[in-house]
């Protein structure tokens, strides 16, 4: 019975068998060209230990003939040089015998002794034709020739290193072929038993991205393809029967999501990444007067607004709106309409800005009430101011013309009656300005401002009622500051309002701070105390008018209201950080 091998052992075993040859030929190239190296290396250290021991021997031959052609040379200097000579001579035999031809040299040698004993006068017995000279050239001969045979030996060992080294390469060019032939081999089997079912598994996964769950599997002989194949069989049914389910469930959360769009009491429109509507609910459709025939063109163009355009294109790059948008002014059935939006980017979990949403809300009654109220308060403000101008100007006269002793009863009310009349006068002057601002009606005086200088200004006014509570007003102005253009009175307005609340609400040895810096094409102007702070809960209506939260009340709650007019008259907008117990910060950004 043939068990079927699996997919990791045919794949371990042809990589195997080729990292195997690989290694083996590595080895052996290896291991030849280390008895190359050691077998070249020992051959230098031979040749050149015999060429010093030749030139040795030269040496000391040469210098024996000096003494024997010098007459009164000693015999015992002679002497000492032939045991030296015969001294190397030993170790050249030693070392190599007939391959080095250094026992020629000593047999001749011991001939040239034998002559110059037997010669009576060896100065004049070195001619080439006497015995003593003879045998004298036949050991530099053979000194010569020792010398001959160490350059041939080298020569000798070069070649056959060279013939060795072509054994080596040869075998490991047929290693590599024999590698070579095994992966095309190794290649080939598996591009054709396991490639093949692979690009087919490919193809089915495309088919079934595609949504196409009917494919055709590939059978092979691997148990491991095999069981992949049967598992993405079984996927591709599971996602055939979860895509029906699914596609059910798609449906209704759409219905679901479609009513919950279209029950909001507030227009919806929902638009694409590249600005276009996509789906606008019925209370839109009412609102605007449109019908889903708009669907597809861009915003902008819809409510025929350009300014939309570069409003849109910051909140899809993720943005905010630096300020609050104006009412949209529409004519529907012959009926203006005015319409308050705001447009919210819709971001994908992980990141990437989807479209945005434009919430619409019809503010047409809205307007018009505050409008007439408007009116009203300016009218009233007007009307009141009249008589209230009369009576402070009549009560004065008479507080002139009567008296009463100092500690009289009737000092106390009189000085109650003219606090609550100049209180009278500040609260309509109050409404009249709010109203004016509210209405369109003021208008601002634009010039350059020195922020420096207003500053200065606004600490002068203020340095004696805060050295009379201890507290210590400072200036800090980060450069470089430019000069704006503002209604420097507007601001000065501001400025006080402000700096009086402080004081108001600072303990004694307290501290304000009046900041300025530039931040990108606006600068921030804050003013900073270190006092009671305002609760969490309260900050979010400390601009509305009419309205008096924590700290300590007085005044009608209109100081703050027209502030934050005044600064969006500007251009720009205000807001508060506070913490309760530490502390207040009002800051302004007005744009350069």
Same mark, same amino acid.
Request: hydrophobic residues 40%; proline residues 4%.
């Given at each position: 019975?043939?068990?079927?091998?699996?997919?990791?052992?045919?794949?371990?075993?042809?990589?195997?068998?080729?990292?195997?040859?690989?290694?083996?030929?590595?080895?052996?190239?290896?291991?030849?060209?280390?008895?190359?190296?050691?077998?070249?290396?020992?051959?230098?250290?031979?040749?050149?230990?015999?060429?010093?021991?030749?030139?040795?021997?030269?040496?000391?031959?040469?210098?024996?003939?000096?003494?024997?052609?010098?007459?009164?040379?000693?015999?015992?200097?002679?002497?000492?040089?032939?045991?030296?000579?015969?001294?190397?001579?030993?170790?050249?035999?030693?070392?190599?015998?007939?391959?080095?031809?250094?026992?020629?040299?000593?047999?001749?040698?011991?001939?040239?002794?034998?002559?110059?004993?037997?010669?009576?006068?060896?100065?004049?017995?070195?001619?080439?034709?006497?015995?003593?000279?003879? *045998?004298?050239? #036949?050991?530099?001969?053979?000194? &010569? %020739? !020792?010398?001959?045979?160490? +350059?041939?030996? @080298?020569? /000798?060992?070069?070649?056959?290193?060279?013939?060795?080294?072509?054994?080596?390469?040869?075998?490991?060019?047929?290693?590599?072929?024999?590698?070579?032939?095994?992966?095309?081999?190794?290649?080939?089997?598996?591009?054709?038993?396991?490639?093949?079912?692979?690009?087919?598994?490919?193809?089915?996964?495309?088919?079934?991205?595609?949504?196409?769950?009917?494919?055709?599997?590939?059978?092979?002989?691997?148990?491991?393809?095999?069981?992949?194949?049967?598992?993405?069989?079984?996927?591709?049914?599971?996602?055939?029967?979860?895509?029906?389910?699914?596609?059910?469930?798609?449906? *209704?959360?759409? #219905?679901?999501?479609?009513?919950? &769009? %279209? !029950?909001?009491?507030?227009? +919806?429109?929902? @638009?694409? /990444?590249?600005?276009?509507?996509?789906?606008?609910?019925?209370?839109?459709?009412?609102?605007?007067?449109?019908?889903?025939?708009?669907?597809?063109?861009?915003?902008?163009?819809?409510?025929?607004?350009?300014?939309?355009?570069?409003?849109?294109?910051?909140?899809?790059?993720?943005?905010?709106?630096?300020?609050?948008?104006?009412?949209?002014?529409?004519?529907?059935?012959?009926?203006?309409?005015?319409?308050?939006?705001?447009?919210?980017?819709?971001?994908?979990?992980?990141?990437?800005?989807?479209?945005?949403?434009?919430?619409?809300?019809?503010?047409?009654?809205?307007?018009?009430?505050?409008?007439?109220?408007?009116?009203?308060? &300016?009218?009233?403000?007007?009307?009141?101011?009249?008589?209230?101008?009369?009576?402070?100007?009549?009560?004065?006269?008479?507080?002139?013309?009567?008296?009463?002793?100092?500690?009289?009863?009737?000092?106390?009310?009189?000085?109650?009656?003219?606090?609550?009349?100049?209180?009278?006068?500040?609260?309509?002057?109050?409404?009249?300005?709010?109203?004016?601002?509210?209405?369109?009606?003021?208008?601002?005086?634009?010039?350059?401002?020195?922020?420096?200088?207003?500053?200065?200004?606004?600490?002068?006014?203020?340095?004696?009622?805060?050295?009379?509570?201890?507290?210590?007003?400072?200036?800090?102005?980060?450069?470089?500051?430019?000069?704006?253009?503002?209604?420097?009175?507007?601001?000065?307005?501001? &400025?006080?309002?402000?700096?009086?609340?402080?004081?108001?609400?600072?303990?004694?040895?307290?501290?304000?701070?009046?900041?300025?810096?530039?931040?990108?094409?606006?600068?921030?102007?804050?003013?900073?105390?270190?006092?009671?702070?305002?609760?969490?809960?309260?900050?979010?209506?400390?601009?509305?008018?009419?309205?008096?939260?924590?700290?300590?009340?007085?005044?009608?709650?209109?100081?703050?209201?027209?502030?934050?007019?005044?600064?969006?008259?500007?251009?720009?907008?205000?807001?508060?950080?506070?913490?309760?117990?530490?502390?207040?910060?009002?800051?302004?950004?007005?744009?350069?």
């Amino acid at each position: 019975m043939k068990w079927p091998m699996k997919l990791r052992t045919r794949l371990f075993l042809s990589i195997s068998a080729l990292v195997t040859v690989a290694l083996l030929g590595l080895l052996l190239g290896l291991f030849s060209v280390l008895q190359m190296a050691a077998l070249q290396q020992r051959v230098v250290q031979d040749t050149t230990q015999t060429l010093e021991l030749a030139l040795k021997l030269r040496q000391n031959l040469g210098e024996q003939l000096n003494l024997i052609l010098d007459e009164d040379t000693a015999p015992s200097n002679l002497v000492t040089l032939q045991d030296q000579f015969q001294t190397l001579l030993k170790q050249g035999l030693e070392q190599g015998g007939e391959r080095t031809g250094f026992s020629k040299a000593a047999s001749n040698y011991q001939a040239f002794v034998q002559a110059y004993r037997q010669s009576p006068m060896p100065a004049r017995s070195m001619g080439v034709d006497q015995p003593l000279g003879a *045998a004298f050239n #036949q050991v530099r001969t053979d000194l &010569l %020739d !020792s010398h001959r045979q160490a +350059l041939e030996h @080298i020569t /000798r060992s070069e070649e056959t290193s060279r013939a060795h080294a072509l054994l080596i390469s040869g075998l490991l060019g047929l290693m590599g072929l024999i590698v070579l032939g095994l992966g095309f081999i190794t290649a080939h089997n598996i591009a054709r038993r396991f490639g093949q079912p692979i690009e087919a598994l490919a193809k089915a996964a495309d088919q079934v991205s595609q949504g196409n769950f009917d494919v055709t599997l590939p059978v092979t002989q691997a148990t491991e393809l095999n069981l992949l194949t049967r598992r993405f069989g079984l996927m591709a049914d599971a996602l055939r029967k979860h895509q029906a389910t699914n596609v059910d469930e798609l449906q *209704a959360g759409q #219905q679901r999501l479609q009513a919950v &769009l %279209d !029950s909001i009491d507030d227009g +919806l429109l929902i @638009i694409d /990444r590249q600005g276009r509507l996509e789906h606008l609910n019925p209370v839109a459709q009412r609102q605007l007067g449109w019908d889903p025939s708009r669907l597809g063109v861009s915003l902008a163009e819809a409510l025929h607004r350009p300014e939309l355009e570069q409003q849109l294109r910051q909140v899809l790059r993720g943005g905010s709106l630096d300020r609050l948008p104006e009412d949209l002014s529409l004519e529907v059935d012959e009926e203006t309409r005015l319409l308050t939006y705001s447009l919210t980017p819709v971001s994908h979990p992980e990141g990437p800005i989807l479209g945005a949403v434009m919430v619409l809300h019809d503010v047409t009654e809205q307007r018009a009430f505050e409008r007439v109220r408007s009116e009203f308060v &300016l009218r009233a403000s007007h009307e009141l101011r009249t008589p209230v101008t009369g009576m402070h100007m009549a009560f004065g006269l008479l507080r002139e013309r009567i008296s009463f002793p100092p500690d009289a009863r009737e000092n106390d009310l009189l000085e109650t009656i003219a606090e609550e009349m100049q209180r009278l006068t500040q609260l309509i002057n109050d409404l009249l300005n709010f109203s004016r601002y509210q209405s369109g009606l003021q208008k601002l005086e634009l010039a350059p401002c020195s922020l420096e200088e207003l500053f200065e200004r606004a600490q002068a006014r203020f340095i004696e009622q805060a050295s009379g509570k201890q507290i210590e007003i400072i200036r800090e102005l980060e450069p470089p500051l430019p000069r704006i253009q503002a209604d420097v009175a507007q601001l000065e307005r501001v &400025l006080d309002n402000l700096l009086h609340n402080a004081i108001r609400h600072t303990g004694s040895g307290g501290r304000i701070r009046l900041h300025a810096r530039r931040h990108a094409e606006r600068v921030i102007i804050s003013v900073e105390d270190n006092g009671e702070g305002i609760a969490y809960g309260q900050q979010g209506r400390i601009f509305e008018p009419f309205v008096q939260v924590g700290r300590k009340k007085g005044g009608a709650g209109l100081g703050l209201a027209l502030c934050k007019e005044i600064v969006q008259l500007h251009g720009g907008r205000m807001g508060v950080f506070s913490r309760p117990g530490q502390g207040t910060q009002f800051y302004m950004a007005l744009p350069v």
